[in-house]
């Protein structure tokens, strides 16, 4: 699949994978600020943000997809930053394709298999009628006291955009999601499965930063050991007054402490 991506900045290429319901958008102020000191790619995964809708999601499609893309720019080697499902993403391209990883960030999320817990969101979300609906405040007006979480809503938010639809005979402009949500609901359970490991000797050569917020309960203790289990030679930094999305809640201590992995 030829997936979505924007690039920007010169040098070594570092390659942005976003999590779930995410898109490039998300990652636009910390791409220019990476794009000092290298090329940055950040990629809308399949069934999300302007990449092509398939009836297919899962990590395996998702790995050949992001090879296909560093095949397409003739990118021997990248570094890789992957959040929450891109980072599941990440684990994935590295048990196929560790030769093609210089290094690689994992941000708040481990090998481990994750039970569905989106739900809720996934409720809040089906239960948006386009039809009845114009606006986005009317959007924001239902989700709000489903999900009780400002942050969350307005994250979701940011995927509603303007579609030409014919609607009694006539074409008008309604308002959709740009991720794939029948997809996305249809196969959430595979968005905690196990990442394959790398095999020993890639393991011991692979070098990977986890990254995990003080306040997320993604990476726990237990998880440190698996981790290590895996990537023998694993940092693992822990970023205070952060939850899950880290790079947001803290995007200066975050930028710092993957430049200084990179370096």
């Known amino acids: 699949m030829k997936l979505h991506y924007r690039k920007v900045g010169q040098g070594k290429p570092?390659?942005?994978l976003h999590g779930l319901f995410g898109s490039v958008d998300n990652?636009?102020?910390l791409a220019k600020e990476f794009s000092a000191q290298n090329q940055v790619f950040v990629v809308d995964q399949?069934?999300?943000g302007l990449s092509p809708h398939d009836a297919?999601?899962?990590y395996e499609a998702m790995s050949n997809d992001l090879l296909e893309l560093l095949n397409d720019n003739n990118i021997e080697n990248a570094n890789f930053i992957g959040h929450?499902?891109?980072g599941k993403v990440m684990m994935q391209f590295a048990s196929e394709h560790s030769y093609r990883i210089n290094k690689m960030i994992v941000v708040d999320i481990s090998p481990r298999y994750y039970k569905p817990h989106h739900q809720a969101v996934l409720k809040a979300l089906h239960s948006i009628n386009f039809d009845e609906i114009s606006t986005r405040r009317q959007a924001e007006e239902i989700l709000n006291p489903l999900l009780n979480d400002i942050s969350t809503t307005q994250f979701l938010l940011k995927n509603i955009y303007w579609i030409d639809d014919i609607i009694n005979g006539l074409e008008l402009k309604k308002l959709a999601w740009r991720f794939n949500l029948k997809a996305i609901s249809s196969q959430i359970e595979n968005v905690g499965t196990e990442s394959?490991?790398?095999i020993a000797l890639d393991a011991e050569k692979?070098?990977?930063l986890f990254i995990k917020g003080e306040n997320s309960n993604y990476i726990i203790d237990d998880d440190k050991r698996l981790i290590r289990n895996y990537y023998p030679n694993a940092v693992i930094k822990t970023i205070a007054n952060a939850g899950h999305w880290v790079q947001a809640e803290q995007p200066k201590e975050f930028f710092n402490t993957v430049i200084k992995f990179l370096k």
């Open 14 to 16: 570092l390659i942005i």
């Open 27 to 29: 990652w636009n102020t």
């Open 46 to 48: 399949r069934n999300h």
């Open 56 to 58: 297919v999601f899962s």
């Open 84 to 86: 929450s499902m891109g």
């Open 196 to 198: 394959p490991k790398p």
């Open 206 to 208: 692979l070098q990977v």
